[in-house]
């Protein structure tokens, strides 16, 4: 059982950065996968970034590459999102979550049921 708690986000314009960041209780973090979702309103959720449990293995969507990077510190149980160069459309509710996921960039992460409760991010033009 893992438990999640977001934090971070915020308003700003576009061309600014944010850093959300997600906690993690229980003692088993390190063995898994971790990913940020995002959801605009009226929009289906959607895969935004997920990191290898060892945290040496990233990958993004398409349309945040170069301008996202996700971290994990396994000693602190956390996993961040540094969100740079933030356009209009990377509004949304930030939600990170532990997946199922293979390492290979054609596997599509796996949420497995657990949940932060979101966090806001909303980039004005």
């Known amino acids: 059982q893992v438990q999640l708690a977001g934090s971070g986000g915020g308003s700003v314009q576009a061309g600014d950065s944010l850093r959300v960041s997600c906690a993690a209780s229980g003692d088993r973090f390190s063995r898994y996968a971790m990913a940020w979702f995002r959801q605009a309103p009226g929009k289906d959720r959607e895969f935004v970034a997920v990191?290898?449990?060892?945290?040496?293995?990233?990958f993004y969507r398409d349309s945040v590459k170069g301008r996202f990077s996700i971290s994990r510190d396994n000693t602190k149980n956390t996993v961040d999102l540094q969100m740079d160069s933030l356009k209009p459309e990377d509004t949304g509710m930030y939600y990170c979550?532990?997946?199922?996921?293979?390492?290979?960039?054609?596997?599509?992460?796996?949420?497995?049921?657990?949940w932060g409760q979101g966090t806001q991010v909303t980039v004005s033009s």
């Open positions: 990191i290898n449990d060892a945290g040496n293995n990233p």
């Open positions: 979550a532990v997946v199922s996921w293979s390492g290979h960039t054609w596997d599509t992460p796996l949420p497995l049921g657990f």
